[in-house]
């Protein structure tokens, strides 16, 4: 057990792409933690998806050691996610930390993602170790940065060290410079134990998983423990520390990070931010612990099957026990059936979960367009939370329909200012202010419905930045705003889980682009197919598919059978994906539709 | 069929056709995306070694009902070349009395030496592939011959006592209603006994099809190709031709009883680079590479992967969907014979086309595409291939 004076814990901040990961590789590396031979890129982001996109999203403690100063000292390494669904998943790693290096790219400078982060680690009162990555690098532009980092986090130009993750220079200044200006954790070996769980995992063979970083005491194997927010006792049967394998101890003394099992079965009786203390010393008080983080996109998820349903169900529960922050719940479409409506951080959130849905499960889903969380408050004077556009009541009963507003926070290059002022305004965004960080990158803040931004504003900021903008957000509130359901009728039958929420000056516009993305999409039928958009009983736009009139290959010989047999049949079967509504088959490309038409 | 008794096994079991395939070819055109070899005609010789070894390893010489040698240009065949291919033919195969030969040519490949040659070989029909009249179309489909060659090249096997059957393609790029009108004119003017026309399929991989991908050729609109189609439906039963498959027409009595096996669903011998068989229940396709095919067939080796078979209510909806292409659709007696199911059995799962007037059931029990159903044989042959006959 390490003397907590010989203890230091820290995290990466830095935005996507920045290099964190390599960064972390080289202190496995230099701390001997593995060998050259072991160095593969991203050995911290565990994840199949994780890897593939190059972000880390669950966080994976590594505990390192290192000689400084002829003492040894214990680091121990706290990764953190870059991307913005992420935010509450970034604190909840600074929590366990008394320190954080805030690595920023020498050549692309301060991102948006680095401020949000920068600042969640000053409001956790971290001693921040500023980094600039890739100063080998020959399009290296250092000073600027460095006064970037000054304009827009107030950070000294003379603290920021420079290293390169690629080469490992630079790499042993930035552990000394963690070891001499990060305090060492507080806590006492003999107070009553206080462990705060920031993070657990299901293991199939293991059970459950719980990191833990305690505070004050001790945790010892064979201890009877204490869950203080599920009032459980268990009992603890294995300790260890990531080294970086998992590697076993006897305990965890104060300022240490780790990992116990305690025989919970279920991911369900550990949560998040809960404090572990001894069950017959125990702990007056709890650690403070986490907010518990609030879905903001919803969409449902229904089978294109209708006889998966409980597969479904059983892999949304399956992926839940790794992932508390995303909800699901039945629900049922008269247009599609049984389904879930599921809650996500963001739309990445969003994604990774429908691709690890399909490649886990192998199920084929059809999902519907995304939306926000509404308020309504109807005449009656109660408030509704609307999760899905299926639930608004009649626009009789709605006194005041409100929507989530976000403040959100451009950094752009100056030259792109004029593009993402008419990007923002054009979605109902109002203009905050502007700070010029330096002559060619200023940072722009907007406030705008959260609704319009989850669609395709990232995707938006990147094309007209050519990928150097960045954006972060925060949640403001919610704003009653003239919001209208918008309904999308399929050969005269209200489809419900085509229904969206839009602001009343843009319906019309809403309306007519979805329906013509969609005539794009839905197949020619034996018959004419009409789409309309209407709000209430108006329709607001009108589009049909005329009727297949020719479908015949010319020739069928002996060659052709085969090929054709299976080409016919595959044609018939369908597209993957796709939902009978009524007489007509609609593709998942036309459930979201909606997502492209925001132009 | 009047020969019958020659055969003993079930017709869907052991062939009584053989197709041959003669894969060389001057030119590939722009549509073309058949198992063909261009500029390789040194090795001609060689694939006919190769056609006899082929054979030689599957099958012992047996009487078949019917030849059909496709290509490529069978006809490109030099007359030492092509007598060679007759020797084949009548030593594997022999033809038995009244059956039915065809050999396919082309326009700038085709003479009056060629034409008695195949004669006296034993064919009796030639299959010419003109295509169009029209210089636009034939420009527009990358094909080398004139619009004239093809009327001469019909005059010819007329001469020899060929019977001649004539290939025409409509919706070629360019090409109008009118235009199209006067193709199916000028090629009835020459009195064929048979007539194929074609709609043009954009293949992929074809030099055709990325032209149009990129823009560079400009497809005829869907009304106009379903009012050509529609038009040459119409005329030529006006003209004597009867309708008898969806792309063929012919003179009482003169269509292609080659043809026919396949639409039977019956069984064929296939050989040659990239041909396809179906013997005793198995589909399998030869390779469609030249120097695989020469090299595995004069080795002695296979020159198929293993095949596929298919049992049950599979073949049987596969029988169905092969039956619709003929005019006269599926009959219930022959229907049950070959599949061991009632036609009738086949229908449910198939209300959607026969609610919208695409499939018939007429009085006698026959199944078969409308009028209307012509036009849209490959959505009603998908429902027939997934659908037809489901109990649930």
Known sequence: MTDTRLIRNFSIIAHIDHGKSTLADQFLLKTGAITQRDFRAQLLDGMDLERERGITIRMHPVTIYYTFKNERYELNLIDTPGHVDFTYEVSRSLAACEGAVLLVDATQGVQAQTVANAYLAIENNLTIVPVLNKIDMDIARPDDVKSEMEQALGIRPEEVLGASGKTGQGVEDLIAALIERVPPPEGKVDSPLQALVYNSHFDSYKGVVIYVRVKEGTLRKGQKILLMGGRTEHMVTDIGQFRPTPTPCEKLGPGQVGFFMASVKKLEDVKVGDTVTDALYPSLVPLPGYKVPMPMVFSGLYPSNNNDYENLRDALARLKLNDSSFTFMPENSEGLGFGFRCGFLGMLHREIIQQRLERDSDLDLVQTAPNVTYEILTRKGEVLVIDNPQKVPDAGQIEEFREPFIRINFLIPTSNIGDIMKICTDRRGSYVKTDYLSPTRAQLVFEMPLAEVIYDLYDKLKSVTHGYGTMDYEIVGFKSEDLVKLDILVAARRVDALSTIVHRSTAEVRGRRLIKKMREEIDRHLFEVVLQAAIGSRVVARESISALRKNVTAKCYGGDISRKKKLLSKQAEGKKRMKQVGQVEIPQEAFLAVLETGD | ?392
């Open chain 2, 1 to 392: 069929m009047a020969n019958d008794k020659l055969f003993n096994g079930l017709p869907w079991i052991e062939p009584r056709a053989v197709y041959v395939h003669i894969p060389f070819c001057a030119h590939r055109c722009g549509y073309c995306d058949f198992a063909i070899a261009v500029g390789r005609d040194a090795e001609m010789e060689q694939y006919l070694e190769a056609l006899e070894a082929e054979a030689a390893r599957v099958i012992v010489p047996r009487p078949v009902a019917t030849w059909y040698v496709g290509g490529g240009t069978p006809s490109l065949l030099p007359a030492p070349l092509l007598a060679r291919l007759g020797t084949i033919l009548n030593r594997w195969f022999p033809l038995i009395a009244g059956g039915e030969a065809t050999l396919e040519a082309n326009p700038e490949s085709f003479d009056h030496e060629k034409a008695s040659l195949l004669r006296e070989i034993g064919f009796n029909r030639v299959s010419i592939g003109v295509q169009s009249f029209s210089q636009v179309a034939l420009d527009a489909l990358d094909r080398p011959h004139q619009a004239e060659a093809a009327a001469q090249a019909v005059k010819v096997a007329r001469d020899s006592g060929l019977n001649v059957s004539i290939d025409l393609i409509f919706g070629a790029p360019g090409q109008d209603l009118p235009a199209w009108n006067r193709d199916i004119e000028l090629a009835v003017a020459l009195a064929p006994d048979h007539v194929s026309a074609y709609g043009l399929t954009y293949e992929k991989g074809t030099p055709l099809e990325r032209r149009r991908r990129s823009g560079l050729v400009l497809p005829v609109c869907d009304d106009t190709e379903h009012a050509m189609f529609g038009l040459v439906m119409e005329k030529l039963p006006a003209l004597g031709y009867q309708h008898y498959e969806i792309s063929n027409y012919s003179r009482p009595g003169m269509e292609s009883r080659h043809n026919g096996v396949y639409w039977a669903n019956e069984a064929y011998w296939g050989l040659g680079m990239g041909a396809a068989r179906y013997v005793g229940g198995e589909r399998s396709v030869n390779t469609r590479d030249l120097s695989d095919y020469l090299r595995l067939a004069l080795s002695g080796a296979p020159t198929a992967r293993p095949g596929e078979r298919f049992e049950g209510l599979e073949a049987a909806r596969e029988t169905l969907f092969l039956n619709l292409r003929r005019a006269r659709g599926a009959d219930p007696v022959e229907f049950e014979r070959r599949t061991g199911r009632s036609l009738q059995s086949m229908l449910p799962g198939l209300e959607k086309v026969i609610d919208a007037r695409l499939l018939e059931i007429v009085p006698d029990g026959t199944v078969r595409l409308t009028p209307e159903g012509r036009f849209l044989a490959d959505t009603v042959a998908g429902e027939v291939l997934v659908k037809a006959g489901r109990d649930d």
